[in-house]
């Protein structure tokens, strides 16, 4: 059976050599390789609005995947990053009921979508770690705590862009949330919910 490696999100930032996508950064759990996995703008989204707890007007199409497995009584087991190919990650869902289990083939950014929706752990075959992932030493570990007391927005999923935000009135603010889940603009909601959550 293949050696997995637990894995967590560590960060989530726009990608500045593909316009329209996202580098989404996983690390051990248990050690310092770092994993970068380049996934597109909905699918960061998805991920964004989950851990930040945001609930959209409307179901996406991740929230519609965790409803029809409630339904039928599904559980992800874990999601596990499968392999790599010329630099493509391949993933696959681990689904089980109380009659049987199936594995299903995914994109890893569709499967990790899916895994924050279930609390679902994530692995990686550590073939595919050994390939792919960054060893992250002592040394960097230093010189990203500088980074974040220079700024605290660069390990956040989302940045938090503030300043604007705190002129506005609590109605005002919440009318702004309103508009911006109506707009599916879940950024902005997060740092309006953010500024809001601050003065409750």
Same mark, same amino acid.
Do not use: W
């Given at each position: 059976?293949?050696?997995?490696?637990?894995?967590?999100?560590?960060?989530?930032?726009?990608?500045?050599?593909?316009?329209?996508?996202?580098?989404?950064?996983?690390?051990?759990?248990?050690?310092?390789?770092?994993?970068?996995?380049?996934?597109?703008?909905?699918?960061?989204?998805?991920?964004?609005?989950?851990?930040?707890?945001?609930?959209?007007?409307?179901?996406?199409?991740? +929230?519609?995947?965790?409803?029809?497995? +409630?339904?039928?009584?599904?559980?992800?087991?874990?999601?596990?990053?499968?392999?790599?190919?010329?630099?493509?990650?391949?993933?696959?869902?681990?689904?089980?009921?109380?009659?049987?289990?199936?594995?299903?083939?995914?994109?890893?950014?569709?499967? #990790?979508? #899916?895994?924050?929706?279930?609390?679902?752990?994530?692995?990686?075959?550590?073939?595919?770690?050994?390939?792919?992932?960054?060893?992250?030493?002592?040394?960097?570990?230093?010189?990203?705590?500088?980074?974040?007391?220079?700024?605290?927005?660069?390990?956040?999923?989302?940045?938090?862009?503030?300043?604007?935000?705190?002129?506005?009135?609590? +109605?005002?603010?919440?009318?702004?949330?309103?508009?911006?889940?109506?707009?599916?603009?879940?950024?902005?909601?997060?740092?309006?919910?953010?500024?809001?959550?601050?003065?409750?």
């Amino acid at each position: 059976m293949e050696k997995l490696v637990e894995l967590e999100i560590l960060g989530l930032s726009s990608n500045h050599s593909q316009s329209g996508s996202f580098t989404l950064v996983m690390g051990e759990v248990v050690g310092s390789r770092r994993l970068p996995i380049v996934i597109g703008m909905f699918e960061a989204q998805a991920i964004a609005i989950e851990i930040e707890k945001i609930i959209p007007n409307r179901p996406m199409t991740h +929230d519609l995947f965790r409803s029809f497995a +409630d339904s039928f009584k599904f559980e992800i087991g874990k999601i596990v990053i499968s392999d790599m190919k010329e630099g493509v990650f391949y993933a696959k869902i681990h689904c089980k009921s109380s009659s049987t289990e199936v594995e299903i083939d995914s994109r890893p950014s569709d499967a #990790i979508a #899916i895994a924050v929706r279930f609390s679902a752990p994530i692995f990686c075959a550590e073939k595919v770690m050994s390939e792919a992932a960054i060893e992250f030493t002592e040394e960097d570990k230093k010189q990203e705590s500088k980074k974040e007391d220079k700024s605290s927005n660069s390990s956040k999923v989302i940045p938090k862009k503030e300043g604007a935000l705190k002129d506005f009135s609590l +109605d005002k603010l919440n009318q702004l949330l309103d508009k911006a889940i109506n707009n599916e603009d879940y950024e902005k909601a997060a740092r309006i919910r953010d500024e809001i959550n601050k003065r409750n």
